[in-house]
């Protein structure tokens, strides 16, 4: 039997704007003393939920166990910007969307998971601020134009509708005259993270055990898998891995999956006359033309997310230097944008972890005998993590089709150079990012 000690455990900043702004619930125990289950799921998150979620169903006579480190809702899933995209978007395709066929296949793997959470918020009333509003690909300068020009074409190849508005429009969509030029692309879905996660946790099926602050400290390998924390431990005849970087710690794909940080601030919520002021729609959603310029929201609660800002850290634990960093950068962005509302501030700021591969692909399948995951989505979580864990509990019970065939055929994250040149590597590429950027940051 193999045993591995677990050397380092989630521990998110405090601050998570999403979090404290969506609907309070009560977390559910932790796991005390000595438990044998037959299925046993790490993670929480967008993809654990869902694994959690279709496993139940695929076996309803069984209970599935589900650990969460922290508390759901506190962690990356309830971080991100809140866009559930469902388009194809290979920044290393000259139109982005390159390979016709894989860009199909993308775009219903990425429906099925947004087509999944919408049903599930519709179903449950879940209170997440889920709203139709679409995206906003917006660029300043020529080169992030050229970009929306090349995606536009992109799009019309796998036969979605967009449509270009120049800079004089704009300002009636998102308010701010800042931008040149924008690509509005239908079918993304905002919403508030937090809450959702914390409704799609409120509502799993009967048989899904969930225990939250539960973080594993040691795992033993073997016919059966013993899962230990500070407070007893669980056996279990299957593990499922839906802890994203922090499977590197469980033994797995140790070095090629990279826990890269990026940074957040909301606003207080805007006055009615300063919401007159800025002007445009009440809901909308902006993502730069350049994949390292400032990713911005107007929200349900009218409020301004402004997000920005990378680091990598290999411990998958974030620093509160480089937030302190990206809040100067967050003001400076948002006053360059929003000069008509000076006297907003943040209420906010936080980090949140995104997995990220060297060559953009993620984990899909068998880890070992008797463990299971679904990692790495690559920026993509809302959907792709809810597709691939309803996908990975699908397969577990013996079903095939055409999304679980192309996800076993990807070739997984590969393997980049070793530490240190890692996080040199990987931070200069990142500075670098952040400066070619130039005015979209």
Same mark, same amino acid.
């Given at each position: 039997m193999k045993v591995r000690n677990i050397t380092s455990l989630p521990g998110d900043d405090a601050l998570a704007g999403w979090y404290h702004t969506s609907p309070i619930r009560a977390p559910r125990p932790a796991h005390i003393g000595q438990k044998q289950t037959r299925w046993t799921i790490v993670g929480a998150g967008l993809t654990g939920l869902a694994a959690a979620r279709q496993l139940a169903l695929n076996f309803p006579d069984d209970e599935v166990v589900l650990l969460e480190a922290q508390e759901v809702g506190f962690g990356s899933s309830g971080r991100n910007a809140g866009f559930a995209i469902d388009v194809p978007h290979d920044i290393g395709a000259k139109d982005y969307i390159g390979d016709i066929k894989t860009a199909n296949l993308v775009l219903k793997l990425n429906t099925l998971g947004l087509d999944s959470l919408r049903a599930i918020v519709a179903e449950n009333k879940i209170a997440c601020q889920l709203s139709e509003a679409g995206k906003y690909q917006a660029a300043v300068g020529k080169a992030g134009i050229a970009v929306l020009e090349a995606y536009r074409r992109g799009l019309e190849k796998i036969g979605r509708d967009t449509e270009m508005i120049g800079a004089a429009d704009l300002p009636a969509h998102i308010g701010t005259d800042y931008y040149q030029k924008a690509?509005?692309?239908?079918?993304?879905?905002?919403?508030?993270?937090?809450?959702?996660?914390?409704?799609?946790?409120?509502?799993?099926?009967?048989?899904?055990?969930?225990?939250?602050?539960?973080?594993?400290?040691?795992i033993h390998y073997g016919d059966k898998i013993t899962l230990v924390h500070n407070q007893g431990s669980i056996t279990s005849d299957k593990l499922i891995l839906t802890n994203n970087a922090f499977a590197a710690h469980f033994g797995f794909l140790q070095g090629r999956l990279l826990s890269t940080f990026l940074y957040g601030s909301l606003t207080r919520p805007l006055s009615a006359e300063e919401q007159q002021r800025l002007g445009g729609k009440a809901v909308w959603g902006v993502i730069p033309?350049?994949?390292?310029?400032?990713?911005?929201?107007?929200?349900?609660?009218?409020?301004?997310?402004?997000?920005?800002?990378?680091?990598?850290?290999?411990d998958g634990r974030p620093r509160d230097k480089y937030l302190q960093r990206c809040i100067i950068a967050h003001r400076q962005s948002f006053a360059r944008r929003f000069p008509m509302l000076p006297d907003v501030g943040f209420d906010y700021s936080w980090s949140?972890?995104?997995?990220?591969?060297? %060559?953009?692909?993620?984990? !899909?399948?068998?880890?070992? $005998?008797?463990?299971?995951?679904?990692?790495?989505?690559?920026? /993509?979580? @809302?959907?792709?993590?809810?597709?691939?864990?309803?996908?990975?509990?699908?397969?577990?019970?013996?079903?095939? %089709?055409?999304?679980?065939? !192309?996800?076993?055929?990807? $070739?997984?994250?590969?393997?980049?150079?070793?530490?240190?040149? /890692?996080? @040199?590597?990987?931070?200069?590429?990142?500075?670098?990012?952040q400066y070619r950027a130039g005015l979209e940051v």
């Open positions: 690509l509005y692309i239908p079918g993304t879905v905002l919403l508030q993270p937090a809450a959702l996660v914390k409704g799609l946790a409120e509502s799993l099926p009967a048989n899904v055990t969930l225990y939250e602050y539960t973080p594993v400290t040691k033309a350049h994949p390292f310029g400032s990713t911005v929201r107007r929200t349900a609660d009218n409020r301004i997310l402004i997000r920005n800002g990378f680091s990598f850290q290999p949140g972890a995104i997995c990220l591969s060297e %060559n953009h692909e993620g984990f !899909f399948g068998q880890l070992a $005998p008797n463990v299971y995951g679904a990692l790495c989505c690559n920026g /993509l979580g @809302i959907t792709r993590g809810t597709a691939t864990g309803t996908l990975l509990a699908d397969m577990i019970a013996g079903q095939r %089709n055409e999304l679980i065939d !192309f996800l076993l055929a990807s $070739p997984g994250p590969n393997k980049p150079p070793q530490e240190p040149f /890692l996080s @040199i590597g990987v931070n200069s590429v990142l500075k670098w990012g």
